[in-house]
């Protein structure tokens, strides 16, 4: 079955340590996102990709970095420089249509926490 | 920041009432989502509605959009258990070049007692 796959579910980080979050996808989707989550709250969006070799800003890039080399791969660095990590990641990925009328497929998620 | 702002923050009802939440947003949007989230999970679509339509169905699900106010709602009838869930709204904004980019409300978090 087609969908996204984040791993691990849970990670914890020493201060000072980057961590990289995984997400894979094998929808055949262009465009991935990726989301940030804190308790009771909605999602913010930190980093998003059309295209490979490409991607953009989001909201609350601050402290975060990320990767597209793949089509299926959208890999998310938490840096030292991110004071406030711990929170709920998600990556999302849609269909690159010009109809702009495509849903956002989800995986379960990874749960950072700060040692 | 949030576009959507959803109404209300917590929802608690037995099972067969109808559940309603709202979601208002501020800027012209392409379309509204509305998606379900399981505790410690990921989102699940639910449905998308374009904004020249007013209403969709699917299965227990309405949802209505009245652009001239900014707003939609999501009704979930004959509830179960089982929708207990958190819901939450997410806009595409009209123009631009961020195709898919979606903004999301803070949620409403529905419980369904049996």
């Known amino acids: 079955d087609g969908g996204i796959t984040q791993s691990p579910k849970y990670l914890f980080r020493k201060e000072g340590q980057n961590v990289t979050l995984s997400c894979e996808q094998n929808l055949n989707h262009d465009a991935m996102y990726w989301y940030r989550q804190d308790p009771g709250q909605g999602l913010r969006l930190i980093y998003y990709?059309?295209?490979?070799?490409?991607?953009q800003k989001g909201d609350i890039a601050e402290g975060y970095s990320v990767s597209r080399e793949k089509k299926e791969s959208f890999p998310l660095t938490v840096t030292s420089a991110q004071k406030n990590p711990t929170a709920f990641y998600l990556c999302a990925s849609s269909p690159r249509d010009r109809a702009r009328n495509q849903p956002q497929h989800f995986g379960d998620g990874t749960r950072l926490s700060i040692l | 920041s949030q576009q959507g702002e959803e109404d209300p923050q917590a929802l608690s009802i037995q099972e067969g009432e109808n559940a309603t939440m709202n979601c208002s947003y501020k800027t012209s949007i392409n379309n509204l989502q509305w998606y379900r989230q399981n505790s410690g999970r990921g989102l699940v679509h639910l449905i998308l509605i374009r904004s020249n339509e007013r209403e969709k169905h699917s299965g227990r699900l309405r949802v209505t959009l009245d652009t001239s106010k900014k707003s939609s709602s999501l009704l979930i009838t004959a509830s179960r258990a089982a929708d207990t869930a958190s819901y939450f709204c997410?806009?595409?904004?009209?123009?631009?070049?961020?195709?898919?980019?979606?903004?999301f409300g803070q949620g409403t978090i529905l419980t369904v007692h049996p």
């Open positions: 990709s059309q295209i490979v070799n490409d991607f």
């Open positions: 997410a806009t595409d904004d009209a123009g631009g070049t961020s195709y898919g980019k979606l903004t």
